[in-house]
């Protein structure tokens, strides 16, 4: 088949180079956004006199007939052409005639597979960060309903101080609320609208950037236009913003794993989001869990993959910049099934809260209380540190606990030690008592969690 960009060639390439240079295996996914995009151009083509009324009145029916049967099935993208584009174009001018070749006046491919991407990323931005908004929704409903539940919490993963099951949910709903915003703001640097830019170098048809960049819905359009066709640092953002949401449910992942091991056994998944063994009859593996996990590389790799691609290259286009788009795709594609399965997966999540109180009553990490009881009796912390280091260390060798110990016992460390102390101990006191803003109390989570539904809203 000769190619639309016959004439300083003969517009025929080897099988084999020609499968190579496609990219319509791929980029047919865009066809919505290049469609809309061509009705656009034809509008503000006929806007400014370049055609006709006419003319474009015919080009748009035309446009708008290929999008309906392409969203029908009843169109499907031919192999034998190179792109997207030229896959819409030469199906236009079959079906309307040689109007249809003026379409493609006042623009090029560099600039309208520029606008394809942004658009589709606009649209997938939007996409993500709703399916975003629904696992926040989730991990803030989880986090009411254990609110009051007492765990261990972790530093070095060694048990540490005392929160709720509550507190450690908002957490991790806090860290996707950064991700909204990274997305939000990512989203402004992509609401810019390249077409008009050309090759390279602009045009001289008398055209209007600005009535086609409000027609496409874009707040503003390129100031340049070698950077316009050239630019992809929208893509690398947004495939950062992705691959930080992913460390995210990473990090989420490797908790879920741990707390439904036996040896944490403080959490239940629903089997529904878990697989056995095919000969350990008596396994029930976090499979979804550890998938997130191992896909968080995949996505990585998405970035890194255009980072590459584009760290070497001149102005402006470059074939180098058709990879652009795989690596987009595959990881909005790995983001979204991610999402889908964790919102299930949180909802029907059940905490163990007998097991987390053990946990926490057995790990000491009320000693920092019991230090801060004796700052209050009058001495100074670095002595109430020691001392209470010293108790603990009388605790573990006699495998008793700091609320099992008599005040006999407590008064061989200090004299200023009275029926108080138990008080000072006691793990509900030790999260009540934590009130600072941000905290681990009850009231506390509870502002909290009226944050992150708000910021959902």
Known sequence: ???MWAGRSDGVTDKTADDFNSSI????RMFCEDITGSI???QMLAHKNIISTIEAELIVDGLAGILDDMQSGALSPSPDCEDIHMFVEQVLTDRIGDTGKKLHTARSRNDQVALDLRMWTKTNTDTVTGKIKLLVSALADKAEEYKDAIMPGYTHLQRAQPVTFGHYLCAYAMMLLRDIDRLKDCKKRTDVSPIGCCALAGTTYDTDRQFEAQLLGFSSVCENSLDGVSDRDFAIEFLSALSTLMMHLSRLSEEIILWSSWEFGFIELSDSYTTGSSIMPQKKNPDMAELARGKTGRVYGDLMTLLTVMKGLPLAYNKDMQEDK?????AVDTVITCLDVYVGMIKTMKA???????????????ATDLADYLVIKGLPF???????????SYCIQNDKTLEALTL????????LIDNGIYEAVDLYNCVS?????????VASVEKQIKYIKEAVI
Not at 25 to 28: A, K, T, V
Not at 326 to 330: C, I, S
Not at 433 to 441: A, D, E, H, L
């Open 40 to 42: 656009a151009h034809a």
């Open 1 to 3: 088949m000769k190619k």
């Open 408 to 415: 006999d016992e407590y008064r061989q460390f200090s004299a």
């Open 352 to 366: 163990k809260t007998e097991n987390m109180k053990k946990a926490a009553q057995k790990g000491f990490i009320n």
């Open 433 to 441: 008592k934590r009130q600072s803003y941000g905290g681990t109390s």
């Open 326 to 330: 795989e690596p987009v795709f595959d």
């Open 25 to 28: 295996s791929f980029d047919s």
């Open 382 to 392: 670095r002595s109430a540190y020691k001392i209470s280091g010293q108790i603990v």
